[in-house]
């Protein structure tokens, strides 16, 4: 067993040290601009990326506004039960996002989509129809990065081997962890 965890944290450490700075840097932009422009952030994620989502809107959302940092108006749509499984059960899972953003999204607004594939189909709708509408599409994506890879805008990318999800949404949450550490740090001046 601790020749696995030893394995483990070292591809963890690997993929950690080739976070790319720069897509980061863009995606903190992207959300300043929202502040600017009084729009919202929508964030979306299957399994345990609708847990980072869910994350994200707690640390971006209350934990920064209840400190006086940041007021980011963020939303997960992967929170809200009773409205994922009714449109699920009434029009199909292809539609859970992109049915919550149909009429509400509008042009200033940034959508942010989590997927490890990068091909979920639910996500795919609800980007494309992000891109309809000139809606900014971060994409934080794993392995190959898939659809949403080439079609986001900002992509957070995390070139880990297909099948390693754990340590892709690792990497995704330490993202979460670096932006919101980000604007606790620039509360503090």
Same mark, same amino acid.
């Given at each position: 067993?601790?020749?696995?965890?030893?394995?483990? !944290?070292?591809? *963890? !450490?690997?993929?950690?040290? $080739?976070?790319?700075?720069?897509?980061?840097?863009?995606?903190?932009?992207?959300?300043?601009?929202?502040? +600017?422009? $009084?729009?919202?952030?929508?964030?979306?994620?299957?399994?345990?990326?609708?847990?980072?989502?869910?994350?994200?809107?707690? =640390?971006?959302?209350?934990? *920064?506004?209840?400190?006086?940092?940041?007021?980011?108006? %963020?939303?997960?749509?992967?929170?809200?039960?009773?409205? !994922?499984? &009714?449109?699920?059960?009434?029009?199909?899972? =292809?539609?859970?996002? #992109?049915?919550?953003? +149909?009429?509400? *999204?509008?042009?200033?607004?940034?959508?942010? &989509?989590?997927?490890?594939?990068?091909?979920?189909?639910?996500? /795919? $709708?609800?980007?494309? #129809?992000?891109?309809?509408?000139?809606?900014?599409?971060?994409?934080?994506?794993?392995?190959?990065?898939?659809?949403?890879? +080439?079609?986001?805008? /900002?992509?957070?990318? %995390?070139?880990?081997?297909?099948? +390693?999800?754990?340590? %892709?949404?690792?990497?995704?949450?330490?993202?979460?962890?670096?932006? #919101?550490? #980000?604007?606790?740090?620039?509360?503090? $001046?």
């Amino acid at each position: 067993m601790n020749n696995f965890l030893h394995k483990y !944290t070292n591809k *963890l !450490t690997e993929l950690i040290q $080739k976070i790319d700075f720069n897509s980061i840097e863009m995606i903190i932009q992207s959300l300043e601009s929202t502040i +600017e422009k $009084k729009s919202k952030i929508y964030i979306l994620g299957n399994g345990g990326s609708a847990a980072t989502a869910s994350h994200m809107v707690n =640390d971006l959302g209350a934990g *920064l506004r209840r400190r006086g940092i940041v007021n980011f108006e %963020v939303i997960s749509l992967a929170d809200n039960t009773p409205v !994922t499984t &009714a449109i699920a059960n009434d029009i199909g899972y =292809d539609n859970i996002f #992109y049915m919550q953003l +149909e009429g509400l *999204l509008k042009r200033d607004d940034v959508v942010i &989509a989590i997927s490890c594939s990068g091909n979920s189909a639910n996500i /795919i $709708k609800a980007v494309n #129809y992000a891109k309809e509408i000139g809606s900014q599409v971060i994409g934080i994506t794993g392995f190959d990065g898939g659809v949403l890879r +080439e079609v986001s805008d /900002i992509n957070f990318h %995390v070139d880990a081997p297909k099948g +390693e999800y754990g340590l %892709v949404e690792d990497v995704h949450m330490i993202l979460d962890h670096m932006i #919101y550490s #980000y604007y606790i740090d620039k509360g503090k $001046k």
